[in-house]
């Protein structure tokens, strides 16, 4: 069974920077796709970004305005979400998780199709 151990999480000023990593254990990750994903109180978990198998493909929710990037370390078997210019919306708890895409697909952040997750990690941006 996949294992994973997110960390990096914390209290952090308005503007300030964060990076999370998501560390895997028991299985061979660099047969699936990394995603990282978030989820508010009262509301619904959503895409963050996420990171294709062999890292040459990577997209962003809209709403990130190109603060976050994504990326990841095969030989170390962890990603990575490196989050700048942090915003009070940005208070979440962050999973990662993954998904063996067939290779017709094209990679998604869509929370419906990945299927091991982490346990989260809370990230707080205060005013």
């Known amino acids: 069974q996949p294992q994973f151990v997110e960390s990096g999480g914390g209290l952090v000023q308005f503007g300030g920077s964060l990076r999370l990593s998501c560390a895997a254990s028991?299985?061979?990750?660099?047969?699936?796709?990394i995603g990282w994903f978030r989820q508010a109180p009262g509301k619904e978990r959503e895409g963050v970004s996420c990171?294709?198998?062999?890292?040459?493909?990577?997209n962003y929710a809209d709403s990130l305005e190109g603060r976050f990037t994504i990326s990841r370390d095969d030989a170390k078997k962890t990603a990575y979400l490196e989050m700048n210019s942090l915003k009070p919306e940005d208070t979440a708890v962050y999973y990662c998780?993954?998904?063996?895409?067939?290779?017709?697909?094209?990679?998604?952040?869509?929370?419906?199709?990945?299927?091991?997750w982490g346990q989260g990690t809370q990230v707080t941006v205060s005013t």
């Open positions: 990171i294709s198998r062999d890292g040459s493909t990577t």
């Open positions: 998780a993954v998904y063996m895409r067939a290779p017709w697909q094209s990679l998604s952040c869509d929370a419906s199709v990945y299927y091991y």
């Open positions: 028991g299985f061979r990750s660099d047969v699936y796709d």
